[in-house]
């Protein structure tokens, strides 16, 4: 009974991840009787990194599912849960957005939501913080001149 909902709990968060609109019909008839059927809304400044993240995520649950270890692929599926909460939270942007001086990485270009920004994809320069969108983006903006830096900066602000 237990794998059982685990796999549903899958869809689940496969759905929310996709950020399709037709959970509802989907899901119909998969959630047990006392399991509210979720809502959804597309998500937010979603990246390919962040579908990588919950993607991985998804398979070691789905491994650890498959090797009997069930309480460890609950565990698994609550922290993506609990991450792609994170991402789709309208109130999570609004509450952080003055603490980054940029609206874009100025590396990729791509959106900053400001609540999944860890210190890690922080850096400090002028006095201001500028937040980045994945791991790999502070290495390459370390490498920039001030100018270069300047220059992203002010594309990123846009």
């Not at 270069?148 to 602000?157: R, T, V």
């Amino acid at each position: 009974m237990i794998k059982k909902f685990i796999v549903r709990t899958l869809i689940v968060v496969i759905v929310a991840a996709v950020g399709i609109g037709f959970t509802r019909p989907l899901l119909a008839g998969t959630l047990p009787p006392s399991h509210p059927m979720p809502t959804t809304r597309p998500m937010q400044h979603v990246g390919p990194h962040h579908m990588g993240i919950i993607l991985k995520s998804i398979d070691l649950a789905i491994k650890d599912l498959q090797a009997g270890k069930t309480s460890s692929a609950l565990e698994k599926l609550l922290q993506v849960k609990s991450f792609i909460e994170r991402l789709s939270s309208p109130t999570a942007a609004v509450k952080h957005k003055a603490a980054f001086v940029n609206a874009r990485c100025p590396i990729m270009g791509n959106p900053i939501n400001p609540a999944t920004v860890t210190e890690n994809l922080t850096r400090e320069y002028k006095g201001q913080r500028v937040a980045f969108c994945c791991a790999m983006c502070p290495g390459k903006w370390d490498k920039l001149t001030d100018a270069q830096k300047d220059a992203k900066l002010k594309e990123a602000a846009k």
